[in-house]
């Protein structure tokens, strides 16, 4: 996944209200060429969809957002799903989803919890919320912490403002919620132009100018971070 974000460096959060909705969201989303996709962990039937939007959309990342319990947690494992973020930090969760192979990614929003990833070795974290802490408010964090890990904003992200924090190199990384489709259909070809667009958009930020911590090699990274292999999403 490491490799995927640093090509395209969008995740779209959905919290579709039954299955139909969620397959049909998913799959507009695939055709028109986003590859990362968490599904909020919160809804019964989950599970059970996950097999086939694999089988509709063989080249979408699926993951699971707003992981809170250990529950939650062992489901995602048992979905087959690698990777879900928690929009907390609570790392009695992380050791938890080191027992089941999954890579989960922490919620951060102060400097305290973004050392304390950073010390468990997290080498991604999620900022949330993003837009109430700022644009800057990541690279403000450099000077007295140092190194710090992949940074995925997210939380009240529209489209606009997404790339903007995109192209100020504020984060490596974006993720949009409820604003991604509007009050748009998912028919609407204004909504399909407008996610084709933000995936041209983004792509096209991706270059040398965009020292995003996904390009940098490992050991170009923080050398005082723990080794926990199993949170390096390489």
Request: hydrophobic share 45%.
């Amino acid at each position: 996944m490491t490799t995927s974000l640093s090509r395209q460096p969008l995740l779209a959060v959905l919290r579709p209200r039954n299955p139909q909705r969620a397959l049909a969201e998913v799959e507009l989303l695939h055709a028109v060429g986003w590859r990362h996709v968490e599904l909020a962990w919160t809804a019964p039937w989950l599970p059970t969809l996950i097999p086939i939007l694999r089988k509709r959309c063989p080249h979408t990342h699926l993951g699971a957002a707003g992981v809170i319990t250990s529950r939650q947690l062992r489901q995602v494992a048992a979905a087959g799903l690698s990777y879900a973020f928690m929009p907390i930090w609570q790392p009695e969760l992380l050791l938890s989803a080191r027992d089941l192979g999954v890579t989960l990614v922490p919620g951060v929003f102060t400097p305290t919890e973004v050392h304390q990833a950073r010390c468990h070795g997290c080498t991604m974290v999620k900022l949330f919320p993003a837009t109430a802490l700022g644009l800057y408010y990541w690279s403000q964090l450099r000077a007295p912490l140092g190194p710090l890990p992949a940074c995925i904003a997210a939380g009240g992200l529209g489209p606009e403002t997404a790339l903007q924090w995109l192209h100020m190199g504020a984060v490596d990384a974006v993720a949009l919620g409820q604003k991604l489709f509007g009050n748009l259909s998912l028919g609407d070809p204004v909504l399909r132009q407008r996610l084709g667009d933000l995936v041209t958009a983004a792509n096209g930020l991706q270059s040398a100018s965009r020292q995003s911590v996904f390009s940098r090699s490992p050991t170009d990274r923080d050398k005082s971070v723990a080794p926990f292999p199993y949170f390096d999403l390489e």
